[in-house]
């Protein structure tokens, strides 16, 4: 049957039980009750309403559900309001738009509590009404984690009040890369207009988004990247740098060596300052500093972060950023947050708060000890590998099957009982418009859902095709634009096999993939 991601367990009975109106929900989960309400709310009077049965069963695993489908309605059994939600959002899979639903009995639970999405909305901005179509998506699919990009070198996107400047001058920027290649004279690398005048969340819109998800069982995580990544607040407030000099707002992706001096008192107050805002407006239970790609130069050559090596005892400037990262913990503990932050926060393990969840992106430490130890200590990983579950990477570099197939086998993981979850970035230095993040965003989205959800021995990438390629009316309704299958497949280009840079291609911002899909849908149109 076509559902995506595939259930534990669902058997087919001969029958078909009519929908062609609204629905009758009763018993339990009230939540889930008030959203089926208000989805059939926007539907036709015409028929019987549909009797939705909700039951509470503790026996029911956490965010799992029973659901059976008959001649007298649907029933649901959950032991949480969250099981509830995605029984229902089976049965509208189930449903798929007809005017009946066939007699079905399925036994469901996720492999992961944590299934999660990413969203970098500092380096291009997305509107409160992508975010909430993606938002729909992902509640559509049992996704439950968006992790919130909001500041980067290239712009910071939030509204904190006590720190104005960071909106009004750091989500400006004076120029956007638009070239990965180094080669490539700056006139050509960097496209000179200015981007970001008036581009960041208010606190009302942020709290907006945090309503919309929590009424999908979405938690929304914020994130601020610190200590580095932190240009486009220093553009504003040079003296949170070691050296105080006057800088702009970085035009170009990468690393910066201008990072946050951890030598400072000022800067855990600013840190402490934007988190005391943002934890009013985001109340779930995460909290993400970034801590990834912080060079240490400049604290080798600042006499404030030396200073503060010497009196604390620190064996080296990775154990600074250790005690930065710990101060940061403690801090959102004590306002009942657990922090999460990329896997090189690891170098500093040994001093780490063990309640600290390691994002682990990339192979970083020698045959990855630091974060197989981590977890054989009883620490937690949420495992986004880049190389394969990167969204901004073009299918003929990332095929589909490969996100599809990623588990914590792939990190060569043997035992994953202190993995969270898994989660999926779509970062976007070179995705400027909505055509190329749906086309690089929903196949993905879609496959990494099922490899959260749905257990390794139950999955099946032929299988998975066939039900997604049949789905695709499905994901239209929800004005997803899943890109062609050729195109999801890998299929190589003439771009890609002639370019010298070819291997660079997965980060240009190149007209090619999109052409290519419009060609593709073109036939596709002529077919039909």
């Known amino acids: 049957m076509n559902l995506i991601p595939m259930p534990q367990a669902l058997q087919k009975r001969d029958g078909c039980l009519a929908w062609e109106g609204k629905v009758a929900p009763q018993g339990a989960f009230e939540q889930t009750q008030a959203y089926v309400r208000s989805v059939s709310a926007q539907t036709s009077d015409t028929g019987n309403a549909v009797a939705i049965r909700f039951e509470q069963d503790s026996s029911v695993a956490a965010q799992g559900y029973r659901l059976e489908v008959g001649a007298d309605g649907a029933r649901i059994c959950a032991s949480d309001?969250?099981?509830?939600?995605?029984?229902?959002?089976?049965?509208?899979?189930?449903?798929?738009?007809?005017?009946?639903?066939?007699?079905?009995?399925?036994?469901?639970?996720?492999?992961?509590?944590?299934?999660?999405?990413?969203?970098?909305?500092?380096?291009?901005?997305?509107?409160?009404?992508?975010?909430?179509?993606?938002?729909?998506?992902?509640?559509?699919?049992?996704?439950?984690?968006?992790?919130?990009?909001?500041?980067?070198?290239?712009?910071?996107?939030?509204?904190?009040?006590?720190?104005?400047?960071?909106?009004?001058?750091?989500?400006?920027?004076?120029?956007?890369?638009?070239?990965?290649?180094?080669?490539?004279?700056?006139?050509a690398r960097v496209k000179d207009a200015e981007y970001g005048r008036g581009l960041y969340y208010t606190q009302e819109q942020m709290r907006e988004i945090v309503a919309y998800a929590a009424q999908r069982h979405i938690e929304v995580i914020p994130e601020i990247d610190m200590p580095g990544?932190?240009?486009?607040?220093?553009?504003?407030?040079?003296?949170?740098?070691?050296?105080?000099?006057?800088t702009e707002v970085s035009p170009k992706w990468g690393v910066l060596d201008n990072i946050c001096c951890c030598g400072k008192e000022d800067v855990y107050r600013f840190a402490k300052d934007v988190i005391d805002e943002l934890v009013e407006i985001f109340p779930g239970r995460f909290f993400h500093?970034?801590?990834?790609?912080?060079?240490?130069?400049?604290?080798?050559?600042?006499?404030?972060?030396?200073?503060?090596?010497?009196?604390?005892?620190?064996?080296?400037?990775?154990?600074?950023?250790?005690?930065?990262?710990?101060?940061?913990?403690?801090?959102?503990?004590?306002?009942?947050?657990?922090?999460?932050?990329?896997?090189?926060?690891?170098?500093?393990?040994?001093?780490?708060?063990?309640?600290?969840?390691?994002?682990?992106?990339?192979?970083?430490?020698?045959?990855?000890?630091a974060e197989l130890g981590w977890m054989k200590d009883g620490g937690n990983c949420i495992l986004s590998y880049v190389s394969n579950v990167y969204m901004d990477h073009s299918y003929a570099i990332r095929?589909?099957?490969?996100?599809?197939?990623?588990?914590?086998?792939?990190?060569?993981?043997?035992?994953?009982?202190?993995?969270?979850?898994?989660?999926?970035?779509?970062?976007?230095?070179?995705?400027?418009?909505?055509?190329?993040?749906?086309?690089?965003?929903?196949?993905?989205?879609?496959?990494?859902?099922?490899?959260?959800?749905?257990?390794?021995?139950?999955?099946?990438?032929?299988?998975?095709?066939?039900?997604?390629?049949?789905?695709?009316p499905y994901f239209a309704r929800m004005r997803a634009a899943v890109c062609p299958q050729p195109l999801y497949r890998?299929?190589?280009?003439?771009?890609?096999?002639?370019?010298?840079?070819?291997?660079?291609?997965?980060?240009?911002?190149?007209?090619?993939?999109?052409?290519?899909?419009?060609a593709l849908q073109a036939q596709d149109a002529e077919r039909k």
């Open 289 to 369: 500093i970034g801590g990834d790609e912080v060079p240490k130069k400049r604290w080798k050559e600042c006499p404030a972060c030396q200073k503060k090596i010497r009196e604390l005892g620190l064996k080296d400037e990775n154990a600074l950023q250790g005690y930065f990262n710990n101060q940061i913990a403690e801090y959102l503990r004590s306002k009942g947050k657990r922090m999460i932050a990329w896997n090189e926060a690891l170098d500093a393990r040994e001093n780490l708060s063990r309640d600290v969840v390691a994002q682990w992106w990339v192979h970083h430490s020698a045959a990855d000890r």
């Open 399 to 472: 095929p589909l099957k490969k996100t599809y197939c990623f588990s914590h086998k792939t990190m060569r993981i043997r035992d994953d009982r202190n993995v969270i979850g898994m989660e999926i970035p779509m970062w976007t230095e070179y995705v400027r418009d909505e055509e190329k993040l749906d086309m690089l965003l929903y196949a993905r989205l879609i496959a990494f859902a099922e490899a959260c959800w749905t257990p390794i021995e139950r999955r099946d990438y032929k299988q998975f095709e066939t039900r997604l390629e049949a789905m695709r």
């Open 81 to 187: 309001e969250a099981g509830a939600f995605y029984a229902y959002m089976t049965l509208q899979q189930l449903r798929d738009g007809k005017d009946c639903v066939p007699y079905v009995t399925v036994s469901d639970a996720p492999k992961y509590a944590y299934r999660g999405f990413m969203l970098d909305c500092a380096r291009h901005f997305w509107t409160i009404d992508k975010i909430k179509q993606i938002l729909d998506v992902m509640a559509a699919l049992k996704m439950n984690e968006f992790h919130w990009h909001l500041s980067e070198d290239q712009g910071w996107r939030a509204e904190i009040k006590k720190y104005p400047l960071l909106t009004e001058k750091g989500s400006i920027r004076n120029g956007t890369q638009v070239s990965p290649r180094d080669s490539a004279p700056d006139s």
């Open 229 to 246: 990544h932190m240009v486009a607040a220093i553009a504003c407030y040079p003296e949170l740098s070691c050296r105080g000099e006057a």
């Open 490 to 518: 890998g299929k190589s280009l003439p771009w890609y096999t002639t370019s010298p840079g070819r291997w660079m291609s997965w980060k240009q911002n190149t007209s090619a993939e999109v052409d290519y899909m419009h």
